[in-house]
């Protein structure tokens, strides 16, 4: 079956622009999680959803960041006034009650 | 804050040497997972361990969780250049679901 996508795989953007990521997780998985990498680095959360249930918010950086997801499906993480620091890759999981996470490739942002 | 340190950082072998990876915290976890990521994707699921002592193998890897469940080892015998990669244990608190990432270890296996 299909697995996590996201898109765009890349995205080149100039300081101050806004950008949008979006994640499609596994069909029936009610919990979706979005992370940032920087180079070669671990991951650093960033926002929570499950089911209907107020989303985590706890790890996004700065108000600059937002993330919705609609009909419990689809995720959209936006990056308002991008900065070189937000250059990185922002990967997205989903899993089931099972627990197990299932990461997309991720995104890759420079910010120039 | 909640720390996952892991070491080494890096580390290039020769195929056929036995290595191990540690995972270490001053928390207790309810659950540790350990990942590998290959350039370009996602992490992939390796292993999941609950239990404090905890032993799990697949194939080549040994995967132990602490027995005060607050640290994690993996030991791959015999290296393979497939296994090259970057690992990542992560691990989450009881009656939470975020998961806190390692440092990571970036394995290099020469062939």
């Known amino acids: 079956g299909a697995g996590v996508s996201q898109s765009p795989s890349n995205k080149v953007t100039e300081k101050g622009k806004d950008v949008e990521l979006r994640c499609d997780p596994i069909s029936g998985h009610t919990a979706l999680y979005w992370y940032r990498q920087s180079l070669g680095q671990g991951l650093e959360f960033l926002i929570y959803f499950q089911g209907n249930s107020a989303p985590d918010k706890s790890g996004l950086p700065s108000d600059r960041f937002s993330a919705e997801r609609t009909g419990g499906s689809v995720s959209t993480l936006t990056i308002q006034r991008t900065q070189q620091e937000d250059s990185a890759v922002y990967l997205c999981?989903?899993?089931?009650?099972?627990?197990?996470?299932?990461f997309g490739p991720g995104t890759r942002l420079t910010v120039l | 804050t909640q720390l996952l340190e892991q070491s080494p950082q890096f580390l290039s072998i020769q195929e056929g040497e036995n290595l191990t990876v540690y995972c270490n915290s001053s928390s207790v976890f309810s659950s540790l997972q350990w990942y590998r990521q290959e350039p370009g994707e996602g992490p992939v699921l390796l292993v999941t361990v609950v239990t404090g002592g905890e032993v799990k193998k697949l194939k080549r890897l040994t995967f132990q969780f602490g027995d005060a469940r607050k640290d994690s080892s993996l030991h791959i015998t015999a290296a393979q250049p497939g296994d090259t990669g970057l690992y990542l244990c992560a691990a989450r608190s009881s009656g939470t679901y975020k998961y806190i990432f390692g440092t990571g270890t970036r394995l290099k296996v020469l062939a």
């Open positions: 999981a989903s899993s089931s009650l099972r627990d197990t996470q299932y």
